[in-house]
């Protein structure tokens, strides 16, 4: 997704003024406003599972055979795959067997290797965590620190320096600095391994994952540098924070207590988009660097038209994304003592 | 004529500026404040008045070491005995700017305008208030901390529960309060105070100044009021200077000012001034600012000075003493020309009284009956009547959220009535010219028809209160006007009158702007200019009723003086009945003959202007009346405490 | 830290200080010499797309006997396995980056200004629709979603490009949608309802006006988002068909002659990071004219 722009970038809950006069109400607004949360998020999940299942449908040729891929499509094979897949119901009908059963963990079975489809999941699932967890924390460790470096320095070289190479991250497709790095620190340097995810030891896996990691951070960080420096701006900007300064806090406990957590609130609710960087990013990286995670089995099985296998990963990138943004969503009150006691909607 | 000064000058000031010179951190620089002195005793309050521009809230600023990053600053800020400006760098500044230890906070203090964005929405009341003791008093304990927070809070007149409040679970008057709490937190020597009442409804000003006045007594404190409204300065100030476009053109006891300006800027500040006790012929204005900038070299004020001579206007002016006033305290004005033009500039703002108007018998045009409105399931309109007869003035009174503006919007078809009724009587002149509009117009509650609209669109138009959003920013002047006259408002008015359509250079000259503004875009004006191309282009549609919804409020005080003159003027010309909308009581006088005071969605009084102001019968009006700053019977500590339960 | 030079109320001069031969001219900010670095990129760009194919006619003849090389005579950084000159692929390559983000950004500016604008003047319902459309599409990673749907439902450049320009349109309707609702009870839209103007004169002839510049910024944002999507798709090997010129297929297709000839991926690598900054950087700039004009109005 794009970067949206500081000024609208902001979830509803910020945007809303508060409401003048005392806003403490009767009943649990607290309650209220996780019920309805989560209730959203469910409701999403269903939306995009039924976009997930019906791609099976819209994809091109007979379902029968796709499904049953290189297998010879006897007439007795064909039958078989339509009777297991509740093809000749109708389609709302075919959703719900389907649902019913990725509830219970069974997603199918794999047109290609015709394993099941958790499996092979399964099996992939532990390097791609891996990998978004180290991309995740290096790019935490940098964008914020210099996001709030580059706004206290507004408009100066720091500020330009750090911003252009924030806007080059954001601008860099993980492949290509990713071909860069292993090109400058595995071809020319030889420091680390270039492909692979190594021979299974933790180390290795670790020196396998360095450059992975860093090339996944780089786009990530770029976006978070931006989400932070425009959060800090508005707070250095506001006037809270000058009245703070005028009645003498120090500026250090200014900037800890008043700046950054007036800043945390619009960078906690950026993390949806985070995130959805990160996992576009995962697939790339994975494809660059020839690790057999997620986004690798992802793309094997789009190029193989291995539908159940597809399925199945989008759902469980959509279900961790919506996962994602419901805590966050939970989570802001405990930030925004406004929602908390019903000051906004 | 020097009144003695409040108190003798001890040899130390609390506050000292020097030659304060404040500019633009850009190439070439643009100079903001020039060459300011001030003093502050210590326990003196001292005003800072200046209209929008005047370089007043970047001097406190400079002074609490706060200036932004863009302005640098020159000369010399001792406070307390210390140099807070870096004269080398020009940079007081910045989050990480210098500031001597304890300057900021024990020193000084700043209390900031607007209570909505002052306070951090995210930390409750009471830690906001901490954190100023504990910059007072560092290594204060968390229990000492929370003591201390008691006793501000009952000072200003709050619970102690309101520590845990957060501000958005406070009213604006009671943030305000909390804010005060936290600027005092640290026991400052000297506070400044931005406009401290502006942001607040009219109705608890008074109530906020008294609050600071009494806390400055009792602490002994020092208080540098900055401030664009004069009736605030004279009721809180023992001294006050007089900035105008970042030069200090006079200074001395507030009383002297009051009475004897010594410039003549404050002397048409001063004569700009509508009253509440009385009305005047006119008010006498000074010509508006030609053009935007102000002049780079002499008097700035001398562009639109009568007296101003050549020298005026390339002669740098300087401070001197007024008669035979001498030292701290004493009087000093900026203009040349004094004190040779006393006597003229003293004439020549002499305002007359005007002769109370007969009663009017005229047919109404517009009556309101019995209007009901609803936001939300929550009635702000509970049964309203007005009627604005043809041809008068009528005025509507009220604080924020009393209804005058819904009722304002009703009568203007930007919104719909839930109940009652709302009839424009049809044009006497129509039955003459035979065209349309013979029958009276009717609105019920619901959403009109499409021809009903219309017909009250080119009857009724409104001006607006803030100049800047009043006016699309992409269109001219010229094409916002003729797309006015071009309109379906002033399309069906064209039915019924035989005024020819009004060209776009037409409406601007009967406004007082030159044809050639046009061309131009709005940024490219002033907020008084602004203004009058909002009334030009109501103008455009040939309306028979002017809606003003506080038109005036938020237009200095000089040109708010030009826009009510205007308005004076249109409505003898133009035969054009008013509806001025305003919280301001004394815009009312000035501008009406009738007077509706609304409360809570009600009218609690009606009558003629001069009766209800001079005689209120309501227990409200009274109440607004005595809420003015600088009124006789300002509430006491006993109506403070009042409303002090959290 | 900054604050605007007088508070709210004390705005009148900040408009004034303007020099007067500016007198309500509205004028295009400067954009100084990295904006004018990325404008020249801009168009140096733009220029290859249009005549790459024009200079080298001949950029797909294969040379199999040379096969992979390194820079040298007659092919300035080299050739892949099959003998292309590296440069004259790269160049024609130009306009297969450029194409799909410029529809992108133009369609998603449409749709997400259409929908914004609707949502934004109409309230009610439509509002409440098109903001959980724009919520549930913003949460969704662009690329997973163009790589599930365009690789299963196939379609490829084109579909790719459509998908894309739907999935970029949220930003578009957040932020016109956010605009209007800013925007449609200032004094000056309710003048223009108080002279009876139809709906339609004060949303296409007041509203958008103002909100324009600012959507044409994001559209600058969004290109060079697409621009870096699309090279990713061809990368993975969905939309672009294999042989063609394109940045990513060349990426893709020589990144095993990293040994051999480094610049047969760096080139490419290099070409998207340098459009995509470019145009990136155009658009913040663009933003922070129009962020500084509003607060300096």
Known sequence: ??????????????????????ARR???????????????????????????????????????????????????ALAAVRSAHHLDDPFLVQYWHWLAAALHGDLGVSVRTGAPVTQAVGDRIGLTLQLALGGFVLALLAGIPFGTLAALRRGRATDRIVQGLGVIGLSAPAFASGLLLVHLFALR???????????????????????????????????????????????LDADHTAFALARGVPPREVLLRHV??????????????????????????????ALPGLGRLLVDSVTYKDVPVVQAVALLA?????TVNLVVDLLTPLIDPRIRTGGTR | MTAAAPKPAPSRPLLAVRALRLETASVPPRPLVHGLDLDVQPGESVGIVGESGSGKSLTARAVAALLPGTVRAFGSVVADGREIIDSRSGRPGGLYGRAPEGHRGRTVSLLMQDPFTMLHPLRTCGRQIADGIRAGAPGTSRRGAALAVTERLAEVGLAPGTADRYPHELSGGMRQRAALAAALAPGPRLLIADEPTTAVDAHHQGEVLALIRRLQQARGMGLLLITHDLRVAFSACDRLYVMYAGTMLESGPARDIETHPAHPYTAALLAAEPSVRERYETLPATRPAAGPAAPATGCPFAARCAWAEADCRTAEPVPHPVGDSTGPGGRLTACRRMPAVAADVAAATRRTVAVTVSERTARPLLQVRGARKSYGGHEVLHGVDLEVPEGGAVGLVGESGSGKSTLARLVTGLEQLDGGRIVIAPDAAREDTGGRDTEPLLLAPGRPARGSRLALASAVQIVFQDPYSSLNPVHTVGSALREAAASPAARRRGDSTTTPVPTAEELLESVGLPAAYAARRPAALSGGERQRVAIARALAVRPRLLVCDESVSALDVSVQAQILTLLARLRQELGLSLLLVTHDLAVARQATDQLYVMHRGRIVERGRTDRVLDHPEAPYTRQLLAALPGSPALPGDSGTSRRTEG | MTVPAEPAADRGPAVPVRPAGAAGRRRLPRPGLLGGVCLAVVAVLFAAAALGGLVFPHWARQDLLLGVSGPGAGHPLGTDDLGRDILQTAVVGTRSALVGPTLIAVGSMAL?????????????WADALVGRWADLVLSLPALLVTVVVVGVLGGGYPAAVLVLAVLSSPTDTRLVRSAVLAQRHLPYVEAAEALGLSRRRILFGHIWPNVLPQALANALVNFSFALVALSSLSFLGIGVPPGAADWGRMLSENQTLMYDNPAATLLPALLVVTAATAVNLLGDRAQDALDLRARTR
């Open chain 1, 1 to 22: 997704m794009t970067t949206t722009s500081p000024a609208t970038g902001q979830s509803p809950q910020t945007s809303a003024a508060p409401s003048p006069g005392p």
């Open chain 1, 26 to 76: 009767a009943g649990h607004p607290l309650a209220a406003y996780a019920a309805r949360r989560l209730a959203a998020a469910v409701a999403l999940l269903l939306v995009v599972s039924l976009a997930v299942f019906a791609l099976l449908a819209l994809a091109p040729g007979d379902l029968a055979r796709t499904l049953l891929g290189t297998r010879s499509a006897t007439p007795q």
């Open chain 1, 189 to 235: 340097a030889d420091w680390l391994p270039a492909f692979g995810a190594g021979d299974g030891g933790t180390l290795d896996r670790l020196r396998h994952l360095v450059l992975p990691c860093v090339a996944l951070a780089l786009s990530v960080t770029g976006l978070l540098l931006k989400l932070t420096r425009a959060a800090v701006l508005r707070e």
């Open chain 1, 260 to 289: 950054l957590r007036g800043a945390l609130l619009p960078i906690a609710t950026g993390a949806g988009l985070v995130l959805a960087y990160l996992v576009a990013g995962t697939v790339m990286v994975e494809a660059t660097f």
């Open chain 1, 318 to 322: 959509a279900s961790a994304v919506i």
């Open chain 3, 112 to 124: 997400g200004n259409l929908l914004g604008l609707w949502a934004g003047y109409r309230g009610g």
